[in-house]
């Protein structure tokens, strides 16, 4: 028999319907906010006599405040977090850091807007399986995150300025005794301004353990002088101790998250494209493998192609002009032709295929990523969250209009 935590990761990622009427007698419900901060029994709404006394409070720039601080097993089941300041700097700057089991280093710390969906810092309207955001002034995450011996979340205003509001509830359930084959919920961000020519951007650096990739929030900011689609990189997974080939490579970027032929918006319970802003060029998207679970047993790593394409006579332009880019490969009536592996002296220039033939190349641009995953371990030793001037470098201090 399947123990408690177990079932309820599986209902909550495989079943339609969970078991609603079933008896839970070993579980608890409790909720951390301000009106009970501990989560405790019968210790809610103690202030004002029990009318509305509590329902926020300020964090001043450089606090920082614990949304949950519990002991015992259990597992986190849905956080709803809102705040006055929405700006992209200020969603950028605000970290969110996750301890489980007493651990020293986190198991989440990533930038709070890129890790509910607002990428970029940019607060959109957001529904699929994992986060909402339902009219975009909220933050909602449905991610189971168990535990077993203690559970912590903060909170932390990296900003420089003061948030005058925060609100928040974190609900979890209290269990008898922890599943022993539960994984434990990571996520890390990276992000890379520029990335290096010919160099995958990694969206989850090497991690080793068992575990599972459950996926990615990207954020793209393309190079101002780089014409043509941006998102020709496939998506490769190193698993189990590959090394230079991986195990798992896609087709390109829009490809990875259900699309094809470019990149509009849209949203699905897996997938979806949040942003598509022409005027900043920032481009944003989502993809969880959750029907197509990605399990890894020793070690992986995930990666994004560095690579946009454009028609023959505009890359040989921007050759011309001096910008960065390096052709791959072209697609000659149907066929796709290598040029990485031309002999030495090849020149795209004197190359007979016509002018408006596609050309696949290697590009710089700033890419982000939150990387979401489960491990066997509270800890995961990869690098540390970048300090917040990096995070925010590049962003407009208010959302566009559009």
Not at 45 to 63: D, I, M
Not at 79 to 105: C, H, N, V, Y
Request: glycine share 8%; net charge neutral.
């Amino acid at each position: 028999m399947k123990t408690l935590a177990a079932f309820l990761i599986a209902v909550s990622f495989t079943s339609p319907a969970q078991e609603l009427y079933r008896k839970q007698p070993d579980s608890h419900t409790r909720w951390a906010t301000f009106e009970n901060p501990l989560a405790a029994k019968g210790q809610a709404a103690t202030e004002n006599k029990g009318a509305k006394g509590r329902p926020f409070e300020p964090l001043a720039a450089g606090e920082t405040k614990a949304l949950l601080n519990v002991q015992g097993s259990g597992s986190v089941r849905r956080i709803w977090i809102t705040i006055s300041d929405r700006d992209p700097a200020t969603l950028r700057a605000l970290k969110l850091e996750m301890f489980w089991d007493g651990a020293k280093t986190p198991a989440v710390s990533v930038p709070f807007g890129d890790f509910f969906g607002a990428i970029h810092g940019r607060a959109v309207k957001l529904e699929n399986e994992l986060f909402a955001n339902p009219e975009g002034r909220s933050f909602n995450c449905y991610i189971p995150m168990p535990f077993r011996t203690a559970a912590r979340i903060t909170l932390t205003n990296e900003s420089g300025h003061n948030v005058k509001h925060l609100f928040y509830d974190v609900d979890i359930l209290t269990t008898a005794k922890p599943d022993p084959d539960a994984l434990y919920f990571h996520a890390i961000w990276r992000r890379e301004r520029p990335t290096e020519l010919g160099r995958d951007f990694e969206i989850l650096p090497l991690v080793k353990g068992d575990g599972r990739f459950l996926g990615t929030h990207v954020g793209v900011i393309a190079a101002p002088d780089v014409t043509g689609w941006w998102g020709e990189g496939e998506v490769k997974m190193f698993m189990d101790g590959d090394t230079t080939q991986p195990t798992i490579a896609g087709t390109g970027t829009e490809d990875y998250i259900g699309t094809g032929w470019g990149q509009g918006l849209f949203q699905t319970r897996f997938m979806g494209s949040t942003v598509g802003d022409k005027e900043t060029r920032q481009y944003a998207f989502y993809r969880y493998h959750i029907p197509d679970p990605v399990y890894f047993h020793r070690s992986l790593r995930v990666t994004l192609q560095q690579m946009g394409g454009d028609n023959k006579a505009n890359v040989l332009k921007m050759l011309e002009r001096g910008v960065t880019v390096k052709p791959v490969s072209i697609d000659v009536s149907g066929q796709l032709v290598p040029l990485l592996t031309k002999p030495a002296g090849y020149n795209l220039a004197t190359d007979p295929a016509p002018g408006d033939s596609w050309v696949n190349m290697y590009q710089r641009q700033d890419v982000s990523a939150v990387a979401f995953f489960y491990l066997d371990a509270p800890e995961n030793g990869l690098p540390r969250l970048a300090p917040a001037t990096e995070r925010t470098a590049a962003l407009p201090v208010a959302a566009p209009t559009k």
